[in-house]
């Protein structure tokens, strides 16, 4: 590993001016950062520290939902009551993460600013599309757990747990840069490299994610979060569909968001139409199945994700038919 220096600002306007006068990464858990540094695929002179800063921390109810700090650990944020009672979903997608160790130390802000796990792009010897270069290796190389879907320019899928369930609860990521405050939808927030094939989410340099705004309008008793992974545990997933029904109570309002087959969360709206047409039944699941592999282009070695995609959509069904309203 190559030495770098630590600056370890005090406020969020100290570490903005830090990371914009030197490119300097942030670093929260680092359970991401670090394994890039030791590989040399990212070196950088300065590495800034998040965890002084006040007020990142923590889950606080409000009227309008939970704000949950981006410092707050990923097990925290999965065994806090608010989460586990009113967005389930969430405490389920981080359980299914990493390793206890892992979630002990890694940040909900992290998290959803990890970077890919492409082999190519975390190899220091590889240029392509993603960092500067061009060109995609994985296309006719190992691409067994790449996108199949919206994997034109580079076939990266978001390895964030968290990210498909943030969308699937219309959640508001709170960001700060200098002392400029703005919120973005989730749905905005990841991006695909088609926007911007250099970044997979929307931080301009120097912004800070300092919390994450679960609105309460949108919780639902009626959810279902579904992965499969090769791995029982130290491993990400191969494919997730995270389901949401009646969110709010509100008939119809459901939301149906794919993770881990594609750069950023993929919400499909088709399949939420499926879901309103009709009842949580055996032809329902048939209709969704016969959908879900739609607008798909599997490369050479990552045909089995649609097929996953049927189970894990069959799955979700029937665990959100089996759930009480509450
Ligand atoms: C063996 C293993 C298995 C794993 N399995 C999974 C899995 O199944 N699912 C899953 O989702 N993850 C998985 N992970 C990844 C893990 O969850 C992430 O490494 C972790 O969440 C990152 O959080 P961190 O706080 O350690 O981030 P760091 O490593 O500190 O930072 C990660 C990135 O985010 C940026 N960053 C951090 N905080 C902020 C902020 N507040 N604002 C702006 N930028 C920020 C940093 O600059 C850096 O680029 C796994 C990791 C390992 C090692
Ligand atoms: S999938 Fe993306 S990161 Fe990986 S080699 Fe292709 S362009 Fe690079």
């Known amino acids: 590993m190559k030495p770098f220096k630590v600056a370890i600002p005090k406020s969020v306007e100290q570490a903005s001016r830090f990371q914009k006068?030197?490119?300097s990464p942030f670093i929260a858990g680092g359970t991401d950062l670090l394994a890039r540094i030791k590989e040399y695929v990212v070196q950088p002179e300065t590495i800034v520290d998040l965890k002084r800063i006040e007020g990142m921390t923590g889950i606080t109810s409000t009227d309008d939902g939970i704000r949950i700090g981006a410092l707050t650990t990923m097990n925290e944020v999965a065994t806090d009551g608010s989460v586990t009672d009113d967005y389930p979903a969430l405490s389920e997608t981080i359980m299914n993460a990493a390793t206890p160790?892992?979630?002990?130390?890694a940040t909900i802000g992290g998290n959803i600013c990890q970077k890919p796990r492409c082999w190519y792009l975390r190899?220091?010897?590889?240029s392509c599309a993603k960092n500067g270069g061009s060109g995609c290796w994985a296309r006719e190389g190992e691409n067994e757990f790449h996108a199949i879907f919206d994997n034109q320019v580079c076939a990266v899928t978001s390895p964030s747990n968290v990210a498909p369930v943030l969308v699937a609860y219309s959640a508001l990521i709170e960001i700060q840069g200098g002392e400029e405050k703005r919120e973005i939808p989730a749905e905005d927030f990841f991006i695909t490299p088609d926007q911007d094939p250099g970044r997979e989410v929307l931080l301009e340099p120097g912004e800070v994610v300092i919390s994450i705004h679960l609105p309460a309008k949108n919780r639902t008793k009626k959810w279902s979060y579904t992965e499969a992974r090769e791995k029982?545990?130290?491993?990400w997933a191969q494919a997730s569909v995270t389901m949401l029904y009646d969110r709010g109570g509100r008939k119809g309002d459901h939301r149906v968001v794919l993770g881990a087959v594609s750069p950023a969360p993929l919400r499909r709206d088709d399949l939420e139409k499926i879901l309103k047409s009709g009842s949580?039944?055996?032809a329902m699941i048939k209709k969704l199945q016969m959908k879900i592999g739609d607008g798909s282009h599997p490369l050479s070695q990552n045909g089995y994700k649609v097929p996953m995609l049927r189970g894990l959509i069959a799955q979700g069904v029937r665990n959100i038919s089996g759930r009480k309203e509450g």
């Open 123 to 126: 190899h220091e010897g590889y």
């Open 280 to 282: 949580l039944d055996d």
């Open 232 to 235: 029982q545990s130290f491993d």
């Open 21 to 23: 006068s030197d490119d």
């Open 101 to 105: 160790q892992i979630r002990n130390m």
